[in-house]
């Protein structure tokens, strides 16, 4: 069984064909196809890694677009009537990894 460890978003994920992965917003619509940077690649019993990688692709396609929970973000400041609340939601995307391809 094939799997790598691609770079997404500030984060890495262990990815197979056919897992879908939550990302930060990509610049694509749904449909597209996008590839990732592979990190490691593991085939087996043979491991990747390093300038080794320029062979590997891992491709995926956009499956839609979405806005990860809403986190509070509270600042208080004691004995100063300081207070403070801002929310945020992220902005994903979810790909499906169609394939991992070694040239």
């Given at each position: 069984m094939a799997f790598a460890i691609v770079r997404a978003g500030g984060r890495q994920e262990k990815v197979e064909v056919g897992t879908i992965v939550t990302v930060d917003r990509l610049k694509a619509s749904d449909g597209d196809t996008v590839s990732f940077v592979p990190v490691l690649h593991v085939d087996g019993d043979t491991i990747l890694s390093g300038d080794q990688l320029a062979k590997v692709t891992v491709e995926g396609e956009v499956l839609n677009d979405l806005r990860?929970?809403?986190i509070v973000i509270q600042n208080y400041r004691n004995k100063t009537g300081y207070k403070r609340r801002m929310g945020f939601r992220a902005d994903l995307?979810?790909?499906k990894i169609?394939?991992?391809k070694t040239k």
């Open positions: 990860g929970p809403k995307t979810r790909v169609t394939a991992i």
